[in-house]
């Protein structure tokens, strides 16, 4: 007897130890935290499964954990692994927590759609009657509830306290028939404005702490809080989560991943990685490999999260490339099919394949990033129909001028401005050609063959000096500078086969330099949409872009004209642009689809039906050049031609020391006239008996 009583004494000494260590190590991490200023309060701090790691829950359900001595503190996940499978005990707690939270709200502070039937789980959404995606998922609440989910509605006005938003919802709140009132305001009626004590600011802030950012915002039975509205959008194939447990492969995808940040903590969380999928791993892709791996650090500090390359498709190899460890396929789809890919990257190029494909990702609710121009110009009216569908982004800076970040700077940077015109050049082949033929006097065909064996050109050079790569990329400048659909079908092209080095001698001697322009002008009659080789005056600095090089100038009403200049193709300046997309993706991806910026610069319901105008309705000034014979009275009867259609001549050269079989160049600068005009004048003068073939055409821009 005596000794059980010496033992049980000491065993309740070593519990009364035990629990005065527990509760030193609770209030030494607590002064810890306490001293770290931080604006999420710690609502509690337990010893963790792990001897000597304590558990610390913040408010709103998120954890972290700390040394007992409060030196160290850990953002993370922990995984126990029971019956040889990993469970990630910090997800468990935190979602116990959120589900406590949410679920212990009273039914009598929410609007809540019964499931038909039996219940067989709910959700809760927290909600915004302006938000029309939160619209969208009311409009699939009957489905639901006929499946067995009862939805549950909490106030969260996303633009805050004191909003429109927060009037609405609360005059739903304020409802004696709170379903009533929410079914009219989303139906866009409207209800009679009340006040009353209401649960409105409280779920406002309720979401807040649990980091709900925007509407909808979905919270599972479980306590998995779902941003945004395209994961419901699938809810045939949802399966409703009913355990914690997560797969090996998650794990470690954990254990293996670079972690986000080197900052200190300072109340923000460490997430997983967002995992890409790259799809092509040529030039573009190898690029974008390369520069993903090698500023890993600096592009996670700017995105907030790390971006992993998850799994590549590709046909082969790519020696420029490290990718050892980073799972291959030869299959595409099978990228935009993997449930662990956030994002798709498009870089194979093509109109079919690449079409079927970013549709494919769309619809599995996968972000996308593309350089394809071609792609965009010819089937992003639909591509963005379907993201926007989907609540997904679709990012395409890297489709026009390569490194040059001018989809950007016009979309966002500009929004302020009225745009009047934009004016660029937007094919290094081409200015690479036009650049040797005017510096070294060589011929045309002389200088592709030397663009094609440096790489310049492809094989079949047809997209590039015929205008259609620059016609594509004008395409989508056009849309987001003046707000209307994309139609390449409707753009005018002509190429650069047909420029003869004495042309680019004799705009030389005038003042000018011969470039292959893409022209966007907003008229009162309409759009100009135009490719072609341009004069341009020698002392613009768009003139003055030489080489592979390219720039694009945009004229605002606000900001007046600004030049981007900068590399338009080449490995790692495209990747430039790409992986830039990837960030804005990353830091947009849980944001309300409504408040993204719109893919054509302005909200999808406001784009103009402005038409394209045929080229013969665009106004241009000319360079005329005219082979004549060298008789009394020509020149006259060229001026009485252009003058009886209304078209002034700024200047005239005639070059009689380079008269050849009897025949004198007549060069003429006109002022500016309708295309058409010029074309009835065109059809005169080479009716003249005097006038021998065709007369050379370039159109003239002072692009001031």
Not at 282 to 296: D, E, I, K, M, W
Request: proline share 5%; with cysteine.
């Amino acid at each position: 007897m005596r000794v059980t009583q010496i033992f049980a004494a000491a065993a309740l000494a070593l519990v009364s130890t035990f629990a005065a260590a527990a509760d030193d190590a609770e209030q030494t991490i607590r002064k810890t935290l306490q001293s770290l200023q931080l604006d999420v309060p710690v609502e509690s701090v337990a010893a963790s499964p792990l001897n000597g790691l304590y558990e610390v829950k913040l408010k709103g359900g998120r954890v972290l954990y700390a040394s007992a001595d409060g030196q160290f503190v850990m953002q993370g996940y922990l995984f126990q692994i029971q019956d040889g499978k990993p469970v990630n005990l910090t997800e468990k707690a935190e979602r116990q927590a959120i589900a406590k939270t949410i679920n212990g709200i009273p039914a009598g502070e929410m609007v809540v759609y019964p499931a038909v039937g039996q219940a067989k789980s709910h959700i809760t959404v927290f909600t915004d009657t302006t938000c029309p995606y939160c619209h969208k998922l009311h409009a699939e609440v009957p489905e639901l509830n006929k499946r067995g989910i009862e939805v549950r509605y909490v106030a969260f006005p996303r633009q805050g306290l004191g909003s429109p938003g927060d009037e609405q919802l609360q005059a739903v709140w304020c409802s004696s028939d709170r379903k009533g009132a929410l079914d009219k305001m989303i139906d866009g009626k409207e209800i009679k404005a009340a006040k009353c004590a209401n649960p409105v600011s409280k779920q406002f802030q309720l979401g807040q702490s649990i980091g709900v950012n925007g509407t909808p915002a979905i919270v599972l039975e479980n306590g998995q809080v779902i941003p945004g509205y395209q994961l419901l959008r699938r809810w045939p194939s949802w399966r409703w989560p009913t355990s914690n447990s997560i797969a090996s492969r998650d794990l470690r995808s954990w254990l293996f991943s670079r972690p986000v940040s080197c900052r200190s903590f300072n109340g923000e969380f460490t997430v997983k990685p967002v995992k890409v999928g790259i799809c092509g791993l040529g030039t573009v892709g190898g690029g974008t490999f390369n520069v993903l791996q090698r500023n890993a650090e600096e592009i996670a500090r700017r995105a907030g999260r790390g971006i992993e390359v998850a799994q590549i498709a590709m046909r082969s190899q790519n020696p420029n490339c490290q990718i050892t460890g980073t799972p291959i396929t030869a299959d595409v789809f099978e990228v935009a099919s993997n449930p662990e890919i956030d994002i798709v990257i498009e870089l194979i190029g093509g109109y079919t394949i690449a079409r079927d494909l970013v549709l494919k990702a769309i619809e599995n609710g996968k972000h996308v990033v593309t350089a394809n121009k071609a792609l965009i110009a010819v089937h992003g009216n639909e591509i963005f129909a379907k993201a926007r569908e989907k609540g997904v982004i679709v990012a395409f800076e890297a489709a026009v001028a390569g490194g040059i970040p001018v989809i950007k700077a016009i979309r966002e940077g500009l929004s302020a401005n009225r745009i009047n015109w934009v004016a660029g050049i937007i094919n290094g082949t081409g200015n690479f050609i036009l650049t040797e033929m005017r510096e070294k006097g060589r011929a045309f065909p002389d200088v592709l063959a030397e663009a094609q064996a440096l790489g310049y050109a492809e094989a079949d050079p047809t997209f590039d000096v015929e205008g259609i790569d620059a016609a594509h990329k004008l395409t989508i400048l056009a849309s987001i500078a003046f707000g209307i659909p994309l139609q390449f079908d409707k753009a005018y092209t002509e190429g650069i086969t047909k420029l003869t080095t004495a042309d680019v001698n004799y705009a030389e001697a005038l003042g000018y330099r011969i470039k292959h322009l893409g022209v966007a002008r907003s008229t009162v009659n309409g759009i100009e949409l135009r490719v072609h080789p341009t004069l341009i005056p020698a002392d613009r600095l768009i003139a003055n872009v030489n080489g592979v090089m390219n720039a694009v100038m945009v004229n605002g009403d606000a900001a007046g004209s600004t030049l981007f200049y900068g590399a338009g193709a080449g490995m790692e300046p495209t990747a430039s642009s790409v992986v830039a997309d990837l960030v804005d993706v990353v830091r947009a991806m849980t944001s309300d689809p409504e408040n993204r910026v719109p893919h054509l610069a302005f909200q999808p319901d406001s784009l103009s039906a402005h038409p394209i105008l045929p080229i013969e309705a665009c106004e241009s000034a000319y360079y005329l050049r005219i082979q004549a014979k060298d008789h009394p009275g020509v020149l006259a009867q060229v001026a009485s031609i252009l003058s009886e259609r209304g078209i002034n001549i700024e200047s005239i050269m005639q070059k009689e020391v380079e008269e050849h079989d009897g025949l004198v160049p007549m060069i003429l600068l006109t002022h500016r006239v309708l295309e058409q005009r010029m074309n009835d004048a065109i059809t005169a003068l080479e009716a003249l008996q005097d006038v021998v073939g065709n007369v050379v055409r370039i159109r003239v821009e002072q692009l001031n």
